[in-house]
Each structure stands twice: as C-alpha cells, then as structure tokens.
T-cell receptor, first 113, second 112 residues
Framework: NAGVTQTPKFQVLKTGQSMTLQCAQD?????MYWYRQDPGMGLRLIYY???????DKGEVPNGYNVSRLNKREFSLRLESAAPSQTSVYFC????????????FGAGSRLTVL | QKEVEQDPGPLSVPEGAIVSLNCTYS??????FMWYRQYSRKGPELLMY????GNKEDGRFTAQVDKSSKYISLFIRDSQPSDSATYLC????????????FGAGTILRVKS
C-alpha cells in the first residue's frame, strides 16, 4: 500500500519562481490536506478539501493555491515563491471530514532562495 | 499565546525508562486529543486517539486527558531506542471543524 505519495521530495526555488507540489492517495479517502511544518511552529494547515470538488482555507493560506483534481489527487501551487515559504510541506488524507485520524505523506522539503 | 503548548525538548532518557510527554491547551472547546509520532525525515503517524477525559492504553503507551486542567500526557513504559522520534500532540473540537491544532512537538531520544 502506497498510502499518501508526495512529489517532489526536495526542491530549491529562486524568489518569484512558481511550482506545484503533487499529492496522491490510494486509500479512497474523501478529505485531503496540505500542512507546512516549521521549527518551533508545529504543523499548520494551509488548505484542505473536505470532499472532491471543494476546497477551503486553513490557518496560513496566503501565497498558496490548491486544486482537488479528483478524489485521489490534491495539488498545492506556489505562484511566486518567497523565502518565507521555505518549509517542509506535508500532504495528508482522512476517511471523512472529521480530521482527527490523518495519514500523512513523507513530506516535500522546499527551499526558496 | 499559542493554543497548544508543548515543550520542544530534547528529552533524553536511558533505555527502559518511563517517559512522560505533555501538552497544555487554552481552549476548553477541544474534545478530541491525539498523539502523533514523527521519525526523522518522515511524515507524522497517529499513535493514540482519545475522546474527552480519561486514560487510554495501547501496549507500552498510555494517553491521559485531564480536561479540567487542560492538560494531556503520553506515557511510554520500558522505552526503547526505536521510540526516539518527535511526538506531536494534536487536538480538535466541533467548533474547529476540519482543523487539527498541533503542538510544536517534543523531541525524544532514548539511549541504549
């Protein structure tokens, strides 16, 4: 079982460049999430999708956009990367809208110079 | 003030020790309490899940919730080097909808 797969694992960008982080899950989960993890800050929710066709802002959505492409895939786009977006990004999924039991991907480490 | 406070550690203990990890929180609306374990360079994985106050045991792990004190704990008995990881507390409630609120995590190192 692959679970939650994120690509790429590592990426270095220059300020102002754009990129998309990809996430796919094979567990037939309805809800998907994007988090960022920074030292001393814990995991912070960027965007989530409670079900296919819906997306909502989380705690730190500024500078990001998302697309729930289908039930399996949920992508995160940085349109104009900034050094403050240097972080480790985690995609997660859950069976239903109650987000307590999350399955996380391995993370995507992004550095913006 | 953060909604969920967690000592970042690192906490270093000898193999076989009993470990106590703790979180405090400020919002009494939290109803669901979780502990996630995160190994280095990996994603978090759910370790324990409790609802409201009380204790829950699973093997060497015990999760304890004291809602009156707004305090949750995770106890690890007979700690092993393989328990070395970052432990994240997380909590949610109806008014938070789909949003888990995480603590910053405590780094645990178990020395053999």
């Amino acid at each position: 079982n692959a679970g939650v797969t994120q690509t790429p694992k590592f990426q270095v960008l220059k300020t102002g460049q754009s990129m998309t982080l990809q996430c796919a899950q094979d567990m037939n989960h309805n809800s998907m999430y994007w988090y960022r993890q920074d030292p001393g800050m814990g995991l912070r929710l960027i965007y989530y999708s409670a079900s296919e066709g819906t997306t909502d802002k989380g705690e730190v959505p500024n500078g990001y956009n998302v697309s729930r492409l289908n039930k399996r895939e949920f992508s995160l786009r940085l349109e104009s990367a900034a050094p403050s977006q240097t972080s480790v990004y985690f995609c997660a999924s859950s069976v239903g809208a109650r987000a307590n039991v999350l399955t996380f991907g391995a993370g995507s480490r992004l550095t913006v110079l | 003030q953060k909604e969920v406070e967690q000592d970042p550690g690192p906490l270093s203990v000898p193999e076989g020790a009993i470990v106590s990890l703790n979180c405090t929180y400020s919002n009494s609306a939290f109803q669901y309490f979780m502990w996630y374990r995160q190994y280095s360079r990996k994603g978090p994985e759910l370790l324990m899940y409790t609802y409201s106050s009380g204790n829950k045991e699973d093997g060497r792990f015990t999760a304890q919730v004291d809602k009156s004190s707004k305090y949750i704990s995770l106890f690890i008995r007979d700690s092993q080097p393989s328990d070395s990881a970052t432990y994240l507390c997380a909590m949610s409630g109806m008014e938070y909808g789909n949003k888990l609120v995480f603590g910053a995590g405590t780094i645990l190192r178990v020395k053999s």
